[in-house]
């Protein structure tokens, strides 16, 4: 739909515009006469070019369509842009992606939070959602070590499935080590995707959030640990937080439609409220 209303913008401004501006020049540029020549180097010759006085029929086009033709223009700056504004997140079912991750295991981890958008720009490079990640109660694995192959997801984007681009824990109040002690007792963790693609280029982060059991369960998700997982690190992460001198503000808004309700094609068979949470991060 925004495509088509785009093209068809686009085709009445440069109607405005030829009307306005190209048209009216057609018999002035008729007008150039060629009476010589400039020798160039290597022997070409350049036309030399004379403008004779236009007649009233030649004139350039009045004021008023001048700004007509004005105003057409920056309406086609305008149409061609719509496309490019930031929004929050594209919805990847309709690029042909899912809410759900692929876990390896036949089915898939939703993808119950998003990092809008529309946060500030640093939120949302690898530096800067880890750097968030730690003011609102996670961190980087315990010494670095991870157990277990990556997950991927398809956000729709043009890029297919891509693998998580870091997988993040709770770390207890020590960002350092704390996620060591995830690791022997469980606790809440989450996978990062970026949506980049050519297709939806939207730069939101999605976000895979459960609650999973200590190392002795092998760490498999807790009864309802996906909603749980959700609902604590939207808890951590609404208000005003601070790591390393880097202030955040955070607002959320909980989104039906994107995820179904219930347990098909769910990682565990565990059932979920079929509720995504979109974060706006701002840096204050």
Known sequence: MLSVQRDAVRAHVWLYFWSAWVQPLVPFMADLKVHGHKRMAGNHFMPKLSVC???RTTMLPPVKRSVLG???YCLLVAADSLQKRAVAFYDPNVGGGSMLNNAGSGGGEPLNVIVSGLSSSAVLTDAGILNYARAIGFSTECLGIHLGDPQSANLGDGHGFVNQTMELRQDYGNAELGTCLESLIGGNHFRVYRQNGPMANSKAL???????????????????????GRDQLVTNALGKKTFKGVHYSTVGQNVTGLLPAGNAGVNHGIATDGITTLLTVTII
């Open 70 to 72: 004005l105003v057409a």
């Open 206 to 228: 999605f976000l895979a959030v459960s609650k999973e059991e200590d190392v002795n369960k092998h760490h498999t998700i807790v009864p309802d640990g996906y909603n749980i």
């Open 53 to 55: 006085k236009p007649s």
